[in-house]
Nanobody, 123 residues
């Protein structure tokens, strides 16, 4: 069983920073994509940052240079450093990975999600 475990959310004042972490555990052959998504009040889940095969992170338009995605392949971990947070960033942040596992029929990949971590930014 694969699980994604997130940590690092919390309550901060506007202008401050947080770093989210996500570690994958379980029977994992390889990971080909990692990212962070969020759901803010009144909106659908949206991409915050993502990195795939090309190893080039992409970011949502609202990030505007404030966030940085990084990863540690050996630890099967992805991180999101968030600077200069504002109240509009308040929401639940989800880790996402595309993970391959070996089955009797051969390798197969699928998307896994973490349960989410709450980020609250006060004004």
């Amino acid at each position: 069983q694969v699980q994604l475990v997130e940590s690092g959310g919390g309550l901060v004042q506007a202008g401050n920073s947080l770093t989210l972490s996500c570690v994958a555990t379980g029977d994992i052959t390889r990971i080909t994509g990692m990212g962070w998504y969020r759901r803010v009040e009144g909106a659908q889940r949206e991409v915050v940052a993502h990195i795939g095969y090309d190893e080039v992170p992409t970011y949502g338009n609202f990030v505007r240079g404030r966030f940085t995605l990084s990863k540690d392949n050996a630890k099967k971990a992805v991180y999101l450093r968030m600077n200069n947070l504002n109240p509009e960033d308040t929401g639940v942040y989800y880790c996402q990975m595309y993970i391959y596992q070996n089955f009797e029929t051969g390798p197969a990949g699928m998307t896994f999600w973490g349960e989410g971590t709450q980020v609250t930014v006060s004004s």
